[in-house]
């Protein structure tokens, strides 16, 4: 069974720096696609970044765009997500989500693997 585990999420003030890691498992070969979406109290979830499974393509929110980098590392298994100059409105729990075959999508809904979420929260 294929499982998405997230990890890397904390406390941190504005203008700090965390990297969350999404370690893959029972997929047989790469992902076509991992995500990062967040999702903040009260708001929808947004998908904020997404990586192709060679890692030469990549997607990134306007939101976070400049400011966050993914990446990924194949022979571990694992995609990551460097979050620099955080705000206060980058708290959110955040989620990995994976396609086994299909290239990055725009919407949770077509995903089809979850990781639990890691919270990040930036106060002062």
């Known amino acids: 069974q294929v499982q998405l585990v997230e990890s890397g999420g904390g406390l941190v003030q504005p203008g700090g720096s965390l990297t969350l890691s999404c370690v893959v498992s029972g997929f047989t070969g790469h992902l076509a696609a991992t995500a990062w979406f967040r999702q903040a109290p009260g708001k929808e979830r947004e998908r904020i970044s997404c990586i192709n499974s060679s890692g030469r393509r990549t997607f990134y929110a306007d939101s976070v765009k400049g400011r966050f980098t993914i990446s990924r590392d194949n022979a571990e298994n694992t995609v990551y997500l460097r979050m620099n100059s955080l705000q206060f409105e980058d708290t959110a729990v955040y989620y990995c989500?994976?396609?086994?075959?299909?290239?990055?999508?725009?919407?949770?809904?077509?995903?089809?693997?979850w990781g639990q979420g890691t919270q990040v929260t930036v106060s002062s």
């Open positions: 989500a994976g396609n086994g075959w299909r290239a990055c999508q725009s919407t949770g809904s077509e995903y089809d693997y």
